[in-house]
């Protein structure tokens, strides 16, 4: 049981000949990483948070949720020039904390990855029901939404038969990356410029309707729920509108598919995440600025915005559904393709078998592992709701994040001789801070996200010990 805690070589971990082909550019990963976070966040969550949580001071609700991302996003750049290989947190954990860690990691972040997947197809089923309504196309219900969901009587059925649509885009996203990851970048490329010119397009035109007097207050008295308005509610604010940063971190999983890692994923990483926030701040401000906080509690938010100025932007409406639609499409891609490195990496050192890391020959893509993580989100996004999958989502990442920032000040005393080509600076008080800022919003998360996540880590234990532990190739290679 010796190996349990024994580190991966540097040497091996560079996998210099690597069957994966590194081709993605530095604009591409700027594009992944914008890909992976603005989507269900900006379009869907925003107007939630405002209403029930933070009132027109979601705003600063967003600038605390990037201050922690930021905080852990400098730990990812560091260990993402240091080791440029897929599996992202689950490969830095190895080299620095050893094996058991990062099977922990690795099982946390196939938890993040495929239920926040299988999230955003739900929320990208739901706006193309309503754009197609626009057209008087309409979908039986039957076919576009969950069978079973969990009320306060406990597990029902709805009478639906699936949610048809989730499943289609996943399928079609599955093939897409199943042809290559430079074919997938450049479909993810497009999809950025489209919805990012539609999320400029409200804040420019939004700006002239903006009503001063619905910021007012800006920060709403608290009701007496910890939850609700004030300086606490900005807090639980915060943790909600965490899931709109969930992504950041795919970048990091393509290293080994990056032209020039060490230079280009810090540079990936970091500015993906300024640009989004500075997004997320102006579309909030706008949002709230034209439509009353009280009244964004919608799935669609910016378009009851649009709806509310009326005929002179009405013309906006579409695009701001094509918008979100192409935006939730890329944010589901970039999971999926996440989740596939992860599998990689993970397989590569024997903890699950040589299948998941099986490399098609043509298109240099692990397309066995692609396929089964798409069954697998299309099953979830067709039987279950949005809200029961988004709950899956944020305590994953936040234990990610976690590990990482802890991780940057292990290897700093442990290996203080290997190169750095990026250092995430005033260290230990940046990674420490970011473990508290992290640690601090999974305490806020309900008891139930525990449960399930302590449910799931019980079932990876299991399979780690049955399997990953009698093949891992450290263990080997003591014999």
């Known amino acids: 049981m010796n190996h349990l805690f024994k580190t991966k070589q540097i ?79 689950y490969s830095y954990s190895y080299a620095t904390m050893g094996e058991f860690i990062a099977w922990i990691l690795g099982w946390d972040l196939i938890l993040e990855y495929l239920f926040g997947a299988a999230t955003v197809a739900v929320g990208w089923s739901g706006y193309v029901v309503s754009f197609l309504a626009d057209f008087n196309i309409t979908i039986p219900a039957i076919m576009t939404s969950a069978p079973i969901d969990y009320t306060e009587n406990g597990w029902v059925l709805t009478g639906a038969v699936i949610n048809f649509p989730a499943i289609f885009i996943v399928a079609i996203l599955v093939t897409l990356l199943v042809l290559g990851v430079r074919e997938s970048a450049k479909v993810n490329n497009i999809i950025v410029l489209i919805k990012v010119i539609v999320i400029l397009l409200f804040i420019g035109f939004g700006i002239s309707f903006i009503d001063t007097q619905n910021w007012i207050p800006f920060i709403p008295e608290n009701t007496g729920k910890f939850d609700n308005f004030g300086w606490t509610g900005i807090l639980s604010g915060a943790a909600i509108v965490f899931f709109a940063y969930i992504g950041f971190d795919a970048v990091s999983t393509a290293a080994q598919e990056a032209k020039n890692p060490q230079r280009d994923m810090p540079r990936g990483i970091l500015i993906s995440l300024v640009i989004c926030t500075v997004l997320y701040i102006a579309v909030a401000l706008v949002l709230t600025g034209i439509v009353k906080y009280t009244e964004l509690n919608v799935p669609a938010p910016i378009a009851l915005a649009i709806n509310t100025v009326g005929g002179s932007l009405k013309w906006l409406s579409p695009l701001i559904k094509i918008g979100a639609i192409a935006g939730l499409s890329s944010v589901v891609m970039v999971l999926l ?39 697998g989100c299309a099953v979830f996004a067709g039987l279950f709701p949005i809200n029961i999958l988004g709950k899956m989502v944020s305590i994953g990442t936040l234990l990610a994040f976690t590990i990482v920032c802890i991780g940057i000040i292990v290897l700093r ?67």
């Open 337 to 375: 393709f996440g989740q596939s490195r992860i599998f990689f990496a993970i397989s590569n050192d024997g903890l699950l078998p040589p299948i998941f890391s099986k490399v098609h020959k043509k298109f240099k893509t692990p397309y066995i592992t692609t396929i089964i993580i798409g069954i």
């Open 11 to 89: 040497a091996s971990a560079e996998l210099k000949n690597s069957e994966l082909k590194r081709t993605l550019t530095a604009t591409n990963l700027v594009a992944l990483g914008i890909g992976a976070i603005v989507g269900a966040g900006i379009f869907v969550i925003t107007g939630n948070a405002a209403a029930v949580h933070a009132g027109p001071a979601i705003v600063i609700s967003f600038i605390i949720s990037a201050f922690g991302c930021a905080l852990a996003g400098l730990c990812y750049a560091e260990f993402s020039s240091m080791f440029p290989i897929a599996g992202s947190a």
């Open 413 to 479: 005393k442990k290996r203080p001789d290997l190169p750095r080509p990026f250092r995430t600076p005033l260290v230990p008080l940046v990674p420490i801070l970011g473990a508290v800022v992290c640690l601090a919003q999974m305490i806020s998360l309900p008891f139930d996200t525990w449960m399930r996540l302590i449910i799931w880590m019980a079932i990876g234990l299991i399979i780690y010990f049955v399997y990953g532990w009698r093949h891992s190739k450290i263990r080997k290679s003591q014999k």
